[in-house]
């Protein structure tokens, strides 16, 4: 009986290393207390440029460049690059040693692509803002989702006020009701 469960026990940490080395993303185990990366896996030793020995060699503080936020830190790979990454982190034993895996997921191009976003939300805002005419967006539900500095001026509202609320709310209901039925005339056309 003691064999079988130790085989059993033994099929399980054989099976769960397997599924750690063969996992796609990058990954590695490292010691809690002192930051000693334990164990790494290929997907590791390829998206970062260290070889297996480099990277047992090292603590997780010469991965970890920055934090950024409550996922993501700055990883620094072995050509000097420094990449985003969002990470996850949980408990395991190996060796009866109790250690943190980590599964680490590039998203660099997605936050580039956020920060590119970012920018041309605000080239726009600016140039709306720049112009003479009222500029105003609703969503479908007739409710604001943008408004121009021209809108506030010629209006009395702020963006504050606006954003979110629908004319219904901002206006007498006669008037609110004729500017919906407007809208709902230009949505038909």
């Not at 297996?52 to 460049?65: E, N, S």
């Not at 690059?81 to 680490?104: E, H, P």
């Not at 590119?116 to 604001?144: N, Q």
Request: aromatic share 6%; hydrophobic share 45%.
């Amino acid at each position: 009986m003691a064999t079988a469960t130790g085989r059993t026990a033994r099929t399980h940490a054989e099976d769960d290393n397997a599924l750690f080395h063969a996992h796609p993303q990058p990954a590695w185990v490292c010691d809690p207390a002192t930051g000693a990366i334990l164990d790494v896996n290929a997907a590791a030793v390829q998206a970062y440029g260290y070889d297996r020995p480099a990277f047992l060699a090292m603590r997780i503080d010469d991965v970890v460049a920055a934090r950024l936020g409550d996922l993501v830190t700055h990883h620094r790979k072995r050509n000097g690059d420094v990449i985003d990454v969002k990470q996850t982190a949980s408990s395991v034993v190996i060796n009866g040693r109790v250690a943190r895996m980590i599964v680490a997921v590039d998203v660099t191009e997605e936050r580039e692509r956020e920060r590119a976003l970012l920018t041309s939300e605000k080239r726009l805002r600016d140039l709306i803002d720049a112009t003479s005419a009222v500029v105003y967006v609703k969503a479908l539900d007739g409710r604001y989702v943008l408004v121009n500095q021209r809108y506030e001026e010629l209006t009395g509202f702020s963006r504050d006020q606006v954003l979110g609320r629908s004319d219904a709310e901002l206006w007498p209901a006669p008037f609110a009701a004729a500017i919906r039925a407007n809208d709902l005339r230009v949505l038909d056309a």
